[in-house]
């Protein structure tokens, strides 16, 4: 049986940067969630950056029928979100047992995994199925400016880790607003844009791009895993 995921992430919904109004983003927000139910897609896993004040309760309003899992960004709070969400397991990070996969869901909202997250998720990746991780912050680096600024603290460590594991091991990612694939030994990272607004692929300056948004859908077919980005416009 397929499984089929809409992978969302950095909505930004009511902050005042870019777009100094509450109403783009969310117009946004919206064009995403209809793109996703034309699809016919009902699981939806958001990585973070949620939004601010009243644009955290419009989120969940917006998504209280579908399956919706999350983990928080840099900019969500879990006394703020859990008002509105039931963490699974009582925490935020967890993992769930597929068929065919092992699911990991990690919380980098104070831009490092603490000790006690690290030695669980040690545990976790002793695995017989092929790990997803879904985590706000990106894992493995890239030589742009946005990721000098916004890096994950501890990512060497978590890389050494990942790779000791004898499975592949893919991330789903945002936090940089870019679509972005990255390979390294048995890791394979897909940053998905964000819904808010794009920067652009520079290494000297952040280059904000107000122009597209968009999300990803992930097809499990299996043991078979694709990916495939849905960028969109205002027009749509």
């Not at 983990?71 to 993992?95: I, M, Q, R």
């Not at 998720?121 to 990721?147: A, C, M, Q, R, Y």
């Amino acid at each position: 049986m397929n499984e089929l995921i809409a992978h969302i992430t950095d909505l930004h919904l009511d902050e005042t940067f870019p777009f100094n109004d509450c109403i783009t983003a969310r117009k946004r927000f919206d064009i995403v969630l209809k793109a996703i139910e034309r699809n016919n897609i009902t699981q939806i896993v958001c990585t973070g950056d949620i939004g601010e004040n009243d644009g955290v309760a419009y989120f969940f309003k917006k998504l209280n029928t579908k399956d919706l899992t999350i983990v928080l960004g840099n900019h969500d709070t879990y006394a703020e979100v859990s008002k509105l969400y039931n963490f699974k397991a009582n925490s935020t990070y967890y993992s769930i047992l597929k068929e065919y996969y092992k699911f990991i869901y990690l919380d980098s909202s104070t831009g490092i995994i603490d000790r006690e997250q690290y030695y669980w998720l040690e545990k976790e990746l002793i695995s017989t199925k092929p790990i997803i991780i879904f985590i706000h912050h990106p894992i493995l680096g890239i030589n742009l400016k946005v990721d000098k600024i916004g890096k994950l603290t501890n990512r060497k460590e978590l890389i050494s880790l990942l790779i000791k594991s004898t499975m592949e091991v893919t991330i789903y990612c945002g936090h940089y607003h870019m679509e972005s694939k990255l390979t390294y030994k048995n890791i394979t990272q897909f940053i998905t844009p964000a819904i808010s607004y794009q920067i652009q692929k520079k290494t000297d300056v952040i280059d904000i791009d107000t122009t597209v948004f968009g999300y990803r859908i992930i097809e499990l077919k299996g043991a078979k895993q694709l990916s495939k980005i849905q960028l969109l416009s205002n027009a749509d």
